[in-house]
């Protein structure tokens, strides 16, 4: 049994967060069956995107939910249904009908997770953007690359999955606590710019405290500490430096051949010429060679893994951390003891007939 087992989840299918949602849950457990677009939909409101991975451990049902059939198979499926996911602009649900006050006038208990860039509130509410526009609103791509360039975007880690589909899943997940002790149900409003906000809390406590400054590459963090960040090794490879406390520090200055009065930790004004120190010696070796170097130390060194590599990694391996099933892929996570790791399930197309009566 999975921790999610027995409940079901209607994922209206749609880009990036709402996907990601659906995988999540599905991978805890829940029943989760994903309505995606029919040929005769009309706009492409839907996304076909993500396959055997982002689509995997659930059922999905082709409509029109401009159709009036369609949509009333829909409705029965709500009312069967312990939580429902979407990822329209605000308004779109309302106007086919499948709003939250329609929804929970059939189900009550049903828990209406609702994620978008902007909110469903606030004056850009129903304006277009992207991942990359929702984090620089919400200052989180502001300290992202160096210094003297633009910021450079972190994939659509941050907005999309951190900011978003993470905090959709935490509040669906809390959203079914209550109702299963009140009987009712709650609209979540997951927005990205509050999300990745959210995700930004550390910094905007050190800031507080005069800790971090908001010049890109000049902090502990953002790369501007010469001992968290990565170095190009002879083969054009990389390895990651993560040495923040002293004990590390000092695992990696001794893996390096330096002593402590070469290479002070905190010597702030000193860190632009440590860091072409630490740069012109990793230029000496292969990066496998450093990751053969630090291997059993104390250094937090790494080496960077491209995707396909990480797959092969042995502890990586070790875990099961990614599955192969006709696509190399992440296993579900988290783990919990106890329960062993189930095949990953592929995509199962239905009829919305069939899935009706299933959730009947």
Request: glycine share 12%.
């Amino acid at each position: 049994m999975k921790p999610l087992s027995g409940l079901r989840i209607l994922e209206f299918d749609g880009l990036g967060p709402v996907t990601f949602a659906g995988m999540m849950l599905a991978d805890l457990g829940a029943e989760v069956l994903r309505l995606s677009r029919s040929a005769g939909a009309g706009a492409p409101v839907f996304s076909e995107v993500g396959g055997e991975v982002l689509h995997r451990g659930r059922a999905s049902v082709s409509v029109n939910l401009k159709d009036p059939d369609d949509r009333a198979a829909v409705l029965e499926l709500v009312g069967a249904a312990d939580a429902l996911i979407e990822g329209f602009r605000p308004g779109v649900m309302e106007r086919l009908g499948l709003g939250p006050e329609a929804c929970a006038a059939l189900n009550p208990k049903l828990v209406y997770g609702r994620i978008t860039g902007w909110g469903q509130t606030g004056p850009m509410a129903r304006q277009v953007g992207h991942d990359i526009n929702y984090i620089a609103l919400s200052g989180a791509l502001h300290p992202m690359g160096e210094p003297d360039r633009p910021p450079r975007p972190p994939l659509n880690l941050i907005g999309d999955y951190g900011g978003g589909a993470m905090m959709l899943v935490t509040g669906v997940l809390a959203g079914l606590l209550e109702a299963k002790s009140t009987g009712k149900g709650r609209v979540v409003d997951a927005a990205m710019t509050d999300g990745s906000a959210l995700l930004m809390s550390l910094f905007h406590a050190l800031g507080a405290r005069g800790l971090w400054s908001e010049a890109r590459g000049g902090n502990l963090l953002d790369g501007g500490a010469p001992f968290y960040r990565c170095y190009t090794c002879r083969d054009g490879r990389f390895v990651a430096v993560g040495a923040l406390e002293p004990q590390f520090y000092a695992g990696l200055i001794t893996a390096l051949g330096l002593t402590p009065d070469e290479a002070p930790q905190f010597d702030l004004p000193g860190w632009p010429a440590l860091h072409a120190r630490f740069e012109a010696i990793f230029a000496t070796r292969d990066r496998d060679d450093w990751a053969s170097h630090f291997e059993g130390t104390d250094a937090c060194v790494t080496p960077v893994l491209t995707p396909t590599e990480a797959a092969r990694h042995p502890h990586n391996l070790a875990r099961g951390t990614f599955v192969d099933q006709g696509v190399v892929q992440p296993a579900p996570a988290p783990r919990f003891e106890g329960t062993p790791a189930d095949p990953v399930a592929q995509p199962v197309p239905v009829s919305l007939d069939e899935a009706a009566r299933l959730w009947r």
